[in-house]
């Protein structure tokens, strides 16, 4: 399970909040084929890869513009199978992280189990699985270019509106919280869904 926080520029830190939810069903995938029929598995969770688009980001997301070369794949290869991750325009940031499997190739050296790897964005790649499937995470994107003040929950610019932010939050909790308590769920047989603003429901079939 990866937890994936992705930044936004000052100029969007307070717009309207939006989600999307990425249900499954919804989330693209394609197969690559080796030259000797072993496979490779490309969940394509954000950005593009080979004309394949990730379903729709927040519409204020750095993701959401295409110059920003935001990526998010989830590459699954056979064991012994050969995949080409393709170059990334100049100025962009990416990395790997090999998080399942033994004996990984990349661009000709073997990569110690459970590593992290940056990238130079501006050539192909070549992974190549060991004996046992394997499993990485990559991520990409060109850098915002602007000051990074964080503390628990809050990305800002500044250490001021980090205080800001948790003033805010103390006085509001995030805009209210209708319940008596912190512990309120959901029952067991509820089905997965969304609430939006407004009251519509989204459900992973529609």
């Known amino acids: 399970l990866f937890q994936i926080w992705l930044n936004l520029p000052a100029d969007h830190k307070m717009v309207d909040p939006h989600f999307s939810m990425l249900w499954q069903p919804t989330i693209p995938t ?3 084929t080796d030259a000797a029929g072993r496979r490779a598995r490309v969940t394509v969770v954000a950005g593009r890869y080979d004309g ?4 729709a980001p927040p519409p204020r997301s750095w993701a959401a513009e295409r110059d920003h070369h935001v ?3 989830n590459v699954a290869l056979e064991p012994h199978a050969a995949f080409t991750l ?3 325009p100049d100025g962009v940031m990416r990395s790997v992280y090999y998080f399942e ?10 990569i110690p ?6 990238l130079r964005p501006d050539s192909d790649v ?5 004996a046992v499937p394997s499993e990485v995470l990559v991520l990409q994107g060109r850098p915002i270019g602007e000051p990074i003040a964080r503390h628990g929950p809050f990305v800002m610019n ?15 909790q995030f805009g209210g919280w209708p319940w008596p308590n912190a512990e309120p769920v959901h029952a067991r047989s509820q089905d997965r869904f969304a609430l939006r603003p407004g009251g519509a429901i989204e459900t992973p079939t529609g």
């Open 52 to 55: 394949t688009d990730a379903a």
């Open 86 to 88: 393709p170059a990334a």
């Open 101 to 110: 499997g033994t004996g990984l190739s990349l661009g000709g050296r073997t």
């Open 158 to 172: 500044t250490d001021q509106e980090i205080r800001q932010a948790y003033a805010d939050y103390r006085s509001t």
């Open 30 to 32: 394609r197969l690559v």
């Open 126 to 130: 070549a992974l190549t699985a060991g």
């Open 71 to 73: 990526a998010i794949w």
């Open 113 to 118: 189990d459970d590593h992290h790897v940056s």
